[in-house]
């Protein structure tokens, strides 16, 4: 998108669950990358890194799930990989050419860190592997460059992650995010529209349209603003959070939570108040969180259980953003509901 705009397509997924699951994976990454604005031969390539990151799952890995989508920063296409275990002891063997404890070729890791733009694994024995392959169009900034989407500073690919999920057996997400960056600013959206389906997927579509068009008012007009927009709706929880150096801001109605981590001491979480935009909004209130530049804030709907930050594992913990949404879908997601998590480091 434009002028450093950025908003939401939902993730498509694959469970690797069965050997023909990784055909599967290729021929949605190739189709999805398309639909990404990859032309010439990118398809095929984003098509062989879902494949390897696939069979890696197939052949290694259990309760693996390969997660296809837009570029959370920009133009491109990105594969997410993540399972529960047993992880990978020997992490950098596995990503050298001819390394395999399978007596195939051994080219998988580390065809995928050549052929993508931007390449991010980690894993942990026994919590298991999360990996993010982001491809770009040819001409286009580097997926996890210095560099915002647009030339603008500010939002680098390696300090944002974002995952997007219908409710299992619903074609609409009702959930939804968006995310406008300037230099030295970012302003983050997260909207979760009430129930699931169309008419949910109708009003956060709403919200995020208000959040896109004025991304530089104060967080209590853009909420009030959006109040106003959904009253002919159902109604929405939403959680607007603006960065700057240093801090957080913070402004939410409704089941839209904010946790920031810290590898030192426990996480700090942010509640939302209660209410519904578009039905009864009590009065806008901002809270303001130190955030430093190599912190994550991670913002999410219910759709991500919140317990998880209660206690998260100190491979969570330590996940960088474009792991951490993945890894919480996977792990703490509530199927029967939309689920979104937009993961933002803080700004130097």
């Given at each position: 998108m434009?002028?450093?705009?950025?908003?939401?397509?939902p993730?498509?997924?694959?469970?690797?669950?069965h050997?023909?699951?990784?055909?599967?994976?290729?021929?949605?990454?190739?189709r999805?990358?398309?639909?990404?604005?990859?032309?010439?031969?990118?398809?095929?390539?984003a098509?062989?890194?879902?494949?390897?990151?696939?069979?890696?799952?197939?052949?290694?890995?259990?309760?693996?799930v390969?997660?296809?989508?837009p570029?959370?920063?920009g133009?491109g296409f990105?594969?997410?990989a993540?399972?529960?275990?047993?992880?990978?002891?020997?992490?950098?063997?596995?990503?050298?050419?001819?390394?395999?404890?399978?007596?195939?070729?051994g080219?998988g890791?580390?065809?995928?860190?050549?052929v993508a733009?931007a390449?991010v694994?980690?894993?942990r024995?026994?919590?298991?592997?999360?990996?993010?392959a982001?491809?770009?169009p040819?001409?286009?900034?580097?997926?996890?460059?210095?560099?915002?989407?647009s030339?603008?500073d500010?939002?680098?690919?390696?300090?944002v992650?974002?995952?997007?999920?219908p409710?299992?057996?619903?074609?609409?997400c009702?959930?939804?995010?968006?995310?406008?960056?300037?230099?030295?600013?970012?302003?983050?959206?997260v909207?979760?529209?009430?129930?699931?389906?169309?008419?949910?997927?109708?009003?956060?579509?709403?919200?995020?349209?208000i959040?896109?068009?004025?991304?530089?008012?104060?967080?209590?007009?853009?909420?009030?603003?959006?109040?106003?927009?959904?009253?002919?709706?159902?109604?929405?929880?939403?959680?607007?959070v603006?960065?700057?150096?240093?801090?957080?801001?913070?402004?939410?109605v409704?089941?839209?939570?904010?946790?920031?981590?810290?590898h030192?001491?426990?996480?700090?979480?942010?509640?939302?108040r209660?209410?519904?935009?578009?039905?009864?909004?009590?009065t806008?209130?901002v809270?303001?969180?130190?955030?430093?530049?190599?912190?994550?804030?991670?913002?999410?709907?219910?759709g991500?259980?919140?317990?998880?930050?209660?206690?998260?594992?100190r491979?969570l913990?330590?996940?960088?953003?474009?792991?951490?949404?993945?890894?919480?879908?996977?792990?703490?997601?509530?199927?029967?509901?939309?689920?979104?998590?937009?993961?933002?480091?803080?700004?130097r």
């Amino acid at each position: 998108m434009s002028g450093g705009e950025l908003g939401t397509v939902p993730t498509a997924q694959v469970r690797i669950d069965h050997h023909s699951a990784v055909h599967l994976a290729a021929e949605l990454a190739r189709r999805t990358a398309r639909q990404c604005g990859l032309d010439g031969s990118l398809p095929d390539q984003a098509a062989a890194v879902a494949s390897e990151l696939a069979s890696n799952l197939d052949k290694h890995a259990g309760d693996g799930v390969v997660y296809l989508q837009p570029l959370p920063t920009g133009e491109g296409f990105e594969v997410l990989a993540v399972d529960r275990g047993p992880g990978m002891g020997e992490l950098q063997r596995c990503l050298a050419d001819g390394y395999t404890t399978t007596n195939t070729l051994g080219t998988g890791l580390g065809a995928v860190s050549r052929v993508a733009d931007a390449f991010v694994i980690r894993t942990r024995v026994p919590d298991g592997t999360v990996a993010s392959a982001r491809l770009t169009p040819r001409g286009g900034s580097p997926a996890g460059g210095p560099a915002g989407p647009s030339g603008r500073d500010g939002l680098p690919g390696h300090r944002v992650g974002a995952i997007c999920l219908p409710a299992e057996g619903e074609e609409h997400c009702g959930d939804g995010w968006s995310l406008h960056a300037t230099a030295g600013q970012v302003t983050a959206a997260v909207v979760d529209g009430l129930g699931h389906g169309e008419a949910a997927a109708r009003a956060a579509r709403l919200a995020l349209r208000i959040a896109r068009e004025a991304p530089d008012s104060a967080l209590p007009a853009l909420m009030s603003e959006m109040h106003r927009a959904l009253r002919h709706t159902r109604g929405a929880a939403v959680g607007l959070v603006r960065l700057e150096p240093g801090r957080l801001h913070f402004c939410g109605v409704g089941n839209v939570r904010v946790c920031v981590l810290h590898h030192d001491r426990p996480p700090r979480r942010i509640e939302s108040r209660p209410g519904i935009v578009g039905w009864n909004l009590p009065t806008p209130h901002v809270r303001t969180e130190p955030l430093e530049a190599d912190r994550l804030a991670v913002v999410h709907s219910d759709g991500i259980q919140a317990r998880w930050s209660h206690d998260p594992s100190r491979f969570l913990s330590h996940l960088p953003a474009p792991l951490l949404p993945a890894a919480l879908a996977h792990r703490h997601r509530r199927l029967r509901d939309d689920a979104t998590a937009l993961a933002l480091t803080g700004l130097r």
